[in-house]
């Protein structure tokens, strides 16, 4: 045999062998992608988390994937599965068929990594979060029933602990939900702070709704103004019961002079969800207008935030 057919013939041995290597992985539930300077191990790999770190592979917390510099791995990894085939207890689960479910954390996260998030339905956005307090089970089905218990994100983020009850909720997952709610919050206020918000109305109402439209009970807020009308602070003075806030026109007035505010905006919410507003609502607003007015401190408007919208005082003729 000349020495071109026993190259020929190494060559094929050679594919041969990584061929069945690549079976060997496949058939365990492993891929072996190529990087720009490392090769990423991707798939069942909680399972062979040992014998992939005895291999030399280093976990990627970002990209959820085990990480090999040098050569590829593909055939030495075959060789560690051959070699010491994981049991239960060391590397791989107990025997029996895996859950429906099994793998998808993983997916759901690779297509947010790859479209982003913006392209995902309510519970799926729910089901992403939820992976990050409950471990180890399908919580897609929990998704889909807290909104139809809630109706929206926002409300399940602003749910009460013992409505939550009948779920297993746990504290994980309440600090969850109320760390969620707030950064939503922070996130629009940061849209209407340091700029003037008569000219960013949209974006204000935006806010008060982000801020309100979920409480389970009546909250009255100031938004407190300079001369030039930029947002110095928004501040509860009120919390109230599901239908009524106590509003005491002095301590509103004490706060603006405190905060050396020209104008204020007043917003409050109605749990209901219907942003009319009552005549207590009318007397009120009168009441600190004159107090405020007094003071050379003027009253923009006075906004009701419901479930679905939002009532303006100036806009209805209630403040002249």
Wanted: proline share 4%; aromatic share 6%; with cysteine.
């Amino acid at each position: 045999m000349d020495r071109r057919s026993e190259a020929k013939i190494r060559r094929t041995a050679k594919a041969a062998a990584s061929d069945d290597a690549l079976c060997t992985l496949l058939s365990a539930g492993l891929r072996v992608q190529a990087g720009e300077d490392r090769w990423r191990v991707i798939g069942n790999t909680l399972v062979y988390r040992l014998l992939l770190r005895e291999a030399g592979g280093s976990w990627n917390k970002l990209d959820q994937c085990w990480e090999f510099s040098g050569d590829d791995p593909t055939t030495r990894l075959a060789s560690a599965l051959e070699a010491e085939p994981a049991g239960p207890g060391h590397n791989a689960a107990a025997a029996g068929p895996q859950p429906h479910y099994h793998g998808h954390r993983g997916r759901v996260r690779e297509r947010v990594m790859r479209a982003g998030a913006e392209l995902l339905e309510d519970y799926e956005l729910l089901e992403l979060l939820l992976f990050y307090s409950i471990e180890r089970i399908d919580t897609k089905p929990l998704a889909k029933r807290l909104l139809d218990r809630f109706g929206t994100l926002g409300d399940v983020f602003a749910a009460e602990p013992v409505q939550l009850r009948e779920f297993d909720i746990d504290q994980r997952t309440l600090v969850l939900f109320k760390a969620s709610r707030e950064a939503g919050r922070r996130l629009a206020e940061r849209k209407v702070k340091d700029m003037p918000v008569l000219t960013n109305w949209q974006q204000l109402i935006d806010y008060c709704h982000t801020a309100l439209a979920h409480e389970k009970t009546e909250q009255f807020r100031i938004l407190f103004l300079d001369r030039k009308n930029v947002l110095i602070a928004d501040e509860v003075q009120q919390r109230g019961t599901i239908d009524h806030t106590p509003v005491y026109p002095r301590e509103v007035v004490k706060r603006a002079l405190a905060l050396n505010a020209a104008a204020l905006i007043l917003v409050h919410n109605h749990p209901s969800g219907d942003p009319k507003p009552s005549r207590d609502d009318i007397e009120m607003t009168r009441e600190v207008k004159a107090a405020a007015e007094a003071l050379g401190i003027t009253i923009h408007d006075h906004l009701v935030i419901g479930r679905k919208g939002h009532a303006s005082f100036r806009s209805l003729g209630l403040l002249s």
